[in-house]
């Protein structure tokens, strides 16, 4: 049986990545639409969204980030729902590539780009969040 002192990590992962995927929609809809985002006069926003990193073969990065949010919400729901041991660790396997990524375009922006996207900085921190909290509840999970 799973410990039931996680369930309040996940209802915390299951908002974080509501958070990540509300933005990520955000991020691929105005990409279609072919507007910039807001981020306010100094915001870097439309430097970033239009730079060569924001897409991988035309696709949209932030496309990336739905199916990642998507995966969290539904592996939160599934451990709250369920207490499947399993989700923990597998939880903590996604969130790796995901946060070593976020660190990857964090760098880009501010190293090469040389502007910062608001809402490319909401998802990295979803991810650096998600990654941190996945690794503390596995490490409990692990405990017992």
Same mark, same amino acid.
């Given at each position: 049986?799973?410990?039931?002192?996680?369930?309040?990590?996940?209802?915390?992962?299951?908002?974080?990545?509501?958070?990540?995927?509300?933005?990520?929609?955000?991020?691929?809809?105005?990409?279609?639409?072919?507007?910039?985002?807001?981020?306010?006069?100094?915001?870097?926003?439309?430097?970033?969204?239009?730079?060569?990193?924001?897409?991988?073969?035309?696709?949209?990065?932030? #496309?990336?980030? +739905?199916?990642? %949010?998507?995966?969290?919400?539904?592996? &939160?729901?599934?451990? =709250?729902?369920?207490?499947?041991? /399993?989700?923990?660790?597998?939880?903590?396997?996604?969130?790796?590539?995901?946060?070593?990524?976020?660190?990857?375009?964090?760098?880009?922006?501010?190293?090469? #780009?040389?502007? +910062?996207?608001? %809402?490319?900085?909401?998802?990295?921190? &979803?991810?650096?969040? =998600?990654?941190?909290?996945?690794? /503390?509840?596995?490490?409990?999970?692990?405990?017992?």
């Amino acid at each position: 049986m799973a410990n039931p002192n996680l369930k309040p990590y996940y209802f915390i992962l299951l908002a974080i990545a509501f958070v990540g995927f509300m933005d990520s929609i955000y991020l691929t809809t105005i990409h279609y639409m072919e507007q910039v985002p807001g981020c306010g006069e100094d915001g870097g926003c439309g430097e970033v969204a239009a730079s060569e990193y924001s897409t991988i073969l035309g696709i949209p990065i932030s #496309i990336g980030g +739905i199916g990642y %949010y998507v995966t969290i919400i539904f592996l &939160s729901i599934w451990w =709250i729902d369920k207490a499947n041991s /399993l989700v923990p660790k597998v939880m903590l396997i996604l969130s790796v590539p995901a946060f070593l990524f976020s660190i990857w375009l964090v760098h880009l922006q501010l190293n090469v #780009i040389d502007a +910062i996207c608001f %809402y490319c900085m909401v998802s990295a921190g &979803s991810s650096t969040l =998600i990654f941190l909290i996945s690794f /503390l509840v596995y490490r409990k999970a692990s405990i017992g």
